[in-house]
């Protein structure tokens, strides 16, 4: 995210030339990039009398999200809802290459095998296999079978972008952190020992809570497991929690050492850390935060809370605890992350509940891990039970060291923070958008 960018008018002309078919991408919420694609609404797939009328002097390009159409296919073998978003009308103009064809996961995860299906049906209806695109956001995608172009969401507008953009209109006197505001951070007496923030229920943030509790860690840090998002707060009842619980003990290997606790935890749920003064976990995900800066706010007009976080708890704590959405590797086949852990990246020491190889993964794309925080051995164990026991397992470790310990392991993690901090204004976003879809153009 070049700051360059943020000030200077941006030439959009690029992106005059692709016409959009079937479905729009998301871009995560950027809502300048929401507005760019040229997209025929005549062929949205809702249409039940959408036309099909592609250009001579356009890219075109038929795009179909995972959320559309795809997911009764895989998950409910419902032909029908595939055969809307990937009709038989388009094989031969995508066979000749008038048309691109780009299957994209324009939200958080999907693993190898979904894409595989969908593929396996574009080559049963005459698709040449070479002329499917994957956009995708696993960076461990090299096993899919077919020709992919990476599309790995939260390195384009999530960390690059959208994720430090936010921060610095929140915070512009703080992040990224000055010498003075670091010296503050380093001095400043620390009550806890971490931040680890839960939204909705799955069974692996059930087992890094009920970690914290059985340790008696809970009342070390800013926690929270809220059980929604929006206006999802009646998604998971007890029952159901149970019954997800009982199926990952059965299926797992993970040390319970009190089951009974494991449950009647739940009734104490949500958990809520009270974050900007609010205090209901409602209340946070319907506040509304304007983007304040004017050249930020031609980007996205308003600050999506789950980006930013209370300034207060990281200047109260040593570390983050980062629990993704998606643990399961897939074999080491899969691997994902989004803002939860990236957040912590740029704000303090973070140790990360994710998919295997992330760590590697970061560093790959020039950011520096915590390695004089934590021992991250658990990032290249690819069984997902033995990765998570670890991690907890190190979070122990950590809260039971001294203070003066905390306080000389921060002073010097601080260091690696700042740089990534720099590191994510180096990106540039168009870039991104440019390569990939150049390389499918060319």
């Not at 990937?86 to 979904?114: A, G």
């Not at 995608?141 to 921060?167: P, R, V």
Request: proline share 3%.
């Amino acid at each position: 995210m070049r700051l360059d960018l943020l000030q200077t008018p941006i030439d959009l002309k690029y992106f005059d030339k692709f016409l959009f078919f079937n479905s729009l991408p998301q871009c995560q919420g950027l809502e300048l990039f929401n507005d760019l694609w040229n997209f025929s609404k005549e062929s949205d797939w809702r249409n039940e009398d959408r036309k099909i009328e592609f250009s001579d002097s356009k890219v075109n390009i038929w795009f179909v999200r995972n959320d559309e159409g795809c997911n009764d296919y895989v998950y409910n073998d419902n032909l029908d809802s595939i055969k809307k978003v990937i009709p038989q009308d388009i094989v031969n103009h995508v066979n000749s290459s008038r048309v691109k064809l780009i299957l994209s996961t324009d939200n958080e995860w999907e693993y190898n095998h979904f894409w595989e299906k969908v593929v396996k049906y574009c080559t049963s209806i005459g698709i040449e296999k070479d002329k499917i695109n994957i956009f995708t956001s696993n960076y461990l995608s090299q096993n899919l079978k077919c020709k992919t172009f990476q599309y790995t969401f939260s390195s384009i507008a999530d960390i690059k972008f959208d994720c430090g953009l936010m921060w610095l209109d929140k915070y512009p006197n703080k992040f990224p952190y000055n010498d003075e505001y670091t010296d503050f951070l380093i001095r400043n007496n620390k009550t806890k020992k971490y931040i680890c923030l839960n939204a909705h229920y799955n069974e692996h943030r059930h087992f890094v809570v009920y970690k914290l509790i059985e340790k008696n860690l809970d009342t070390d840090g800013y926690l929270s497991f809220t059980l929604g998002q929006g206006m999802n707060f009646v998604e998971h009842p007890k029952e159901r929690m149970i019954e997800e619980w009982d199926r990952l003990l059965r299926n797992g290997n993970f040390d319970i050492k009190n089951y009974d606790l494991s449950i009647s935890m739940l009734d104490n749920l949500p958990i809520f850390v009270k974050e900007f003064g609010l205090d209901n976990p409602r209340d946070f995900w319907k506040q509304e935060m304007k983007t304040e800066n004017k050249h930020y706010a031609k980007f996205n007009p308003r600050i999506r809370p789950w980006m930013i976080r209370d300034i207060d708890m990281i200047e109260d704590s040593y570390f983050c605890i980062g629990v993704e959405t998606q643990v399961q590797s897939d074999n080491g086949n899969f691997g994902n992350f989004s803002e939860k852990v990236m957040i912590g990246w740029i704000t303090q020491p973070t140790i990360c509940i994710s998919t295997p190889l992330i760590i590697e993964y970061l560093k790959s794309l020039g950011l520096k891990s915590f390695d004089m925080f934590f021992d991250e051995s658990y990032d290249k164990i690819i069984d997902t039970d033995k990765r998570l026991v670890k991690v907890m397992n190190e979070v122990e470790r950590i809260c039971s060291l001294k203070k003066s310990t905390l306080d000389s392991m921060y002073k010097e993690s601080i260091e690696v923070v700042k740089f990534n901090q720099q590191k994510i204004f180096e990106f540039d976003i168009f870039q991104d958008y440019f390569k990939f879809l150049g390389e499918i153009c060319d």
